[in-house]
């Protein structure tokens, strides 16, 4: 508790030392990845949208930051961020212990929940839904279904996005038990699940969502449990540099504001249809 | 900069190596034998012959290997009657589409330069063998392709090379070779600069031993010539005076 303390003020120190001009308008840009709806996508005209963008411009207005959103391809997000050809990450990236490492990231705006999608055609044993596995909670329970779903799912081809957790989870708990096919974008994946190149499919919860609403969505259902906590990390969170405290401190401030006067909730309703952000 | 790094991820690439290699070869195999009847076609003066080959290296040289090859793929997936189909069991598979598309694309390029060097084969070669007889295939066979072949051989080493290079394109559609293989390794240490430089490393390998393999593939052809250079009279040094010949009487500094 005390260490929180300490913390606490320490990360006050900064923000009381640049109050002065803590009203000076900064330009920053903040990428994204704009293949990853409805987090975020590209409209006709180019132009990034989606909770990420909308999300950003909110806490842009709130910090009193001038914000650019560029997009910039999902596996070299992170290095480019680091040698600074952007300020800020917005992409649906969730917050791990590996990021960590390399960026700082801001307070999670956005919590995850990972789901396997099968194609109907794929004829994988069926799974009691509405089951929950918290990764980081090492129970029997958890195991056990951990150990069904590896059962159900040996042999089968399964699809991944890059760079992503649910590629670090299925190589991770399923190894070499599975055929495992590393996609560059989301929307390739969902081509192949309808085509029947792969059974089924690991991604977050959001992202399926977008995708069953569609025609094509049909194909597929959601399966088994929602996967969270462990290395699926606490949430969405900013990437941001390590050493940009300033940036990551007037967001922080500005994420805390816009939780509390509901506009957070009011952005995830509009574009997730459910409220992604209360724990 | 880790320079340790970039050794300890040289074994993490192997596999990836060993795909890139499978494609390569493959595709140039698969290549070479669609490229030999065409460039045939192609320099063919029926227009039932020449013309479809033409607008096959046109359309395969015109647009960019990456469409061509997401056309097989992700098009292909797209159709419903080719997924009920025989040929799905094929277009399933990532590998075969890559091979589909590289084998078309390098087949396209590969036909041109060996059209080029069928043209360069000395006239005079080819009369003599129309003149001692010798039926189209037979001419072929033994003037024709010889000598077209060792013309278009340095050309065609480059093609290869490209090809090598070309087949980084298969990691998106999901074939984990040696640049996926890089760009997901480099998503696990956010290290680039490391990770790339020994991807680079290795296909600077294997280019190496393509254009030595190809360089001493060259001199052997070429050993007829090496004989003749010894009496002083090389037929190469007998063709450029013939290209040269006309040129004089009209060269002022002559």
Redesign the interface.
């Known amino acids: 508790m005390r260490i929180h303390i300490i913390v606490i003020l320490l990360s006050l120190m900064p923000s009381v030392a640049w109050q002065a001009n803590a009203q000076q308008e900064r330009h920053i840009r903040i990428a994204t990845e704009g293949a990853f709806p409805p987090w975020n996508a590209v409209d006709k005209s180019g132009e990034p949208i989606g909770f990420d963008i909308d999300v950003g411009r909110a806490l842009c207005e709130r910090a009193r930051l001038s914000c650019d959103f560029v997009t910039q391809a999902w596996d070299g997000i992170i290095p480019a961020l680091t040698v600074g050809k952007f300020d800020a990450i917005m992409a649906g990236m969730s917050i791990t212990e590996k990021r960590r490492q390399v960026i700082a990231f801001s307070r999670p705006y956005a919590l995850t929940s990972n789901y396997f999608v099968v194609a109907r055609s794929s004829n994988i044993a069926s799974l009691g839904s509405d089951t929950k596995v918290d990764l980081s909670a090492k129970t029997e329970e958890n195991s056990a279904l951990l150990q069904k779903l590896k059962t159900n799912l040996q042999g089968k081809v399964i699809g991944v996005q890059g760079s992503t957790n649910a590629e670090a989870f299925v190589q991770k708990y399923f190894g070499d038990g599975v055929d495992i096919r590393v996609y560059d974008k989301q929307d390739n994946l969902n081509l192949d699940l309808v085509a029947g190149r792969i059974d089924a499919g690991l991604a977050d919860f959001s992202v399926w969502k977008s995708f069953l609403d569609t025609a094509d969505g049909a194909a597929v259902e959601l399966y088994g449990p929602r996967l969270s906590g462990g290395l699926f990390g606490p949430g969405i969170g900013i990437g941001l540099r390590k050493t940009d405290e300033e940036l990551a401190a007037r967001f922080n401030d500005a994420l805390e504001a816009i939780s509390l006067d509901g506009t957070l909730k009011k952005l995830s309703v509009q574009w997730f249809g459910t409220d992604l952000v209360a724990e | 900069m880790n320079l340790s790094l970039i050794l300890d991820v040289l074994p993490l690439l192997a596999d990836g190596m060993i795909l890139t290699a499978k494609l390569t070869t493959v595709s140039i195999i698969l290549g070479a034998f669609i490229a030999l009847p065409l460039s045939l076609m192609r320099t063919s003066s029926t227009v039932f012959l020449f013309v479809p080959v033409l607008v096959y290296t046109f359309v395969f040289r015109g647009t960019p290997l990456l469409v061509q090859l997401f056309l097989v793929y992700?098009g292909a997936?797209?159709i419903d009657w080719i997924?009920s189909s025989a040929a799905w069991v094929i277009l399933?598979e990532?590998f075969w589409c890559a091979l589909i598309a590289f084998s078309l694309n390098h087949a396209a390029y590969t036909t041109e330069i060996l059209r080029g060097g069928i043209r360069a084969v000395p006239f005079g070669d080819v009369e003599a063998a129309k003149a001692l007889g010798m039926s189209y295939a037979l001419r072929t066979r033994r003037v024709v392709l010889p000598a077209a072949i060792r013309l278009a051989l340095p050309a065609y080493a480059n093609e290869v090379v490209l090809m090598l290079k070309a087949s980084s394109l298969a990691?998106?559609i999901?074939l984990?070779e040696l640049t996926?293989s890089a760009?997901?390794i480099?998503?696990?240490t956010?290290s680039?600069y490391e990770v790339f430089i020994s991807a680079a490393l290795i296909y600077l390998g294997i280019t190496l031993v393509i254009s030595h393999v190809f360089a001493k593939f060259e001199r052997h052809l070429a050993k007829h010539q090496q004989r003749n250079s010894q009496t002083g009279n090389s037929r190469l040094a007998e063709m450029t005076a013939t290209i040269r010949r006309p040129r004089l009487p009209g060269s002022v500094s002559r």
Do not use: L
């Open positions: 992700y997936g797209q997924r399933r990532p990691s998106t999901t984990m996926g760009r997901k480099v998503a696990q956010f680039p």
